[in-house]
């Protein structure tokens, strides 16, 4: 965890936000510590970018305040926006310039001098690994490569509070990895983040603390350990060999586990949580071996970020909120 000062750089009370008869946010609360990164967990439509536009000026409260770095988003917009950097959900790069022209047009609109703003924009094009192209039309990039210098535009300014939005959406599994090597490359240099995605496995690599929001509400927060800490136990999944047995071993998951058992047809596996790990795991298979049920594999793992969001809310992180 990167060292902080003890102050807190965001910090959010009681937003709350209407649309008609739609209450995107409910009485939400925040607190990022000086160079740490928060995760914003929930599923598309539980309220992360009405967040995020009001953290950044772009919307205001119904009800509710917030600070960023010291400054008031409501009373002091102009000081906010100087202090933060953003990256939203697509990348906002002009296809018709190259990579250095985009970087250094924004350190210009920042107030940089022609000198600096060459020299910063050199900087970040080394930074994401993208030099090489620096001189061609964004139009001709990559998906991941426009990402990486979409980010590189919100750190033109060198902005003490960095804001991502789902910064790896509809990137690749190879892009994913690249993109959170970069923002590990970002807190390693003492950056405060507010990361919001939909990615569990995300956050779980990146973020320091996590707050989960669904349906515009806080429903949860902590550590991720603290999190998976909140279902207890572990969870044990076991494949038959035989289709025929899935249904046995469901019953014997069933008696020996803590939880409804989830099942795959297609994949001839269940899986359910147990509070007493390796013995629940010895319990289940003699009692499958005295019904004669073949067992293809078996495996006993601590619960997941995507275990806990199914646990608290019901449905899993990729279905639509309401």
């Known amino acids: 965890m990167p060292p902080t000062d003890g102050t807190v750089a965001v910090r959010a009370r009681g937003l709350t936000k209407t649309y008609g008869t739609t209450r995107a946010l409910n009485g939400v609360d925040l607190d990022i510590p000086t160079g740490q990164v928060l995760g914003l967990l929930g599923p598309n439509g539980a ?74 924009s050199r900087e970040l094009l080394d930074r994401f690994q993208l030099s090489a192209d620096a001189d061609r039309a964004a139009k001709g990039y990559s998906g991941g490569m426009r990402r990486r210098l979409d980010l590189a535009g919100a750190l033109v300014a060198e902005p003490s509070v960095v804001v991502l939005d789902e910064p790896t959406t509809g990137l690749d599994p190879r892009g994913r990895l690249g993109m959170w090597e970069v923002i590990e490359q970002l807190v390693a240099t003492g950056a405060t983040v507010l990361l919001t995605t939909q990615y569990l496995e995300e956050a779980d690599r990146l973020a320091d603390s996590i707050v989960v929001i669904d349906r515009g509400r806080v429903i949860a927060r902590g550590t991720a350990d603290e999190l998976k800490g909140q279902i207890g136990g572990e969870r044990l999944e076991l494949v038959v060999a035989d289709h025929q047995g899935l249904e046995s071993a469901v019953r014997v998951l069933k008696e020996v586990g803590t939880s409804e058992p989830v099942v795959d047809e297609h994949a001839g596996s269940v899986s359910v949580f147990v509070d007493t790990g390796a013995a629940s795991l010895v319990e289940a298979l003699r009692r499958l071996d005295s019904l004669g049920v073949a067992i293809g594999d078996v495996a006993l793992q601590r619960p997941t970020l995507d275990d806990v969001f199914l646990s608290l809310t019901g449905h899993a992180t990729e279905e639509e909120g309401t």
């Open 47 to 120: 309220g992360k970018t009405t967040v995020v536009r009001i953290l950044t000026t772009l919307l205001r409260p119904d009800e509710g305040e917030a600070t960023v770095a010291g400054h008031d988003v409501l009373t002091e917009p102009d000081a906010v926006r100087q202090a933060i950097g953003v990256s939203g959900q697509y990348a906002a790069v002009d296809e018709n310039l190259t990579g250095f022209e985009n970087l250094y047009m924004i350190g210009r609109l920042y107030g940089l001098s022609k000198h600096r703003a060459k020299e910063r």
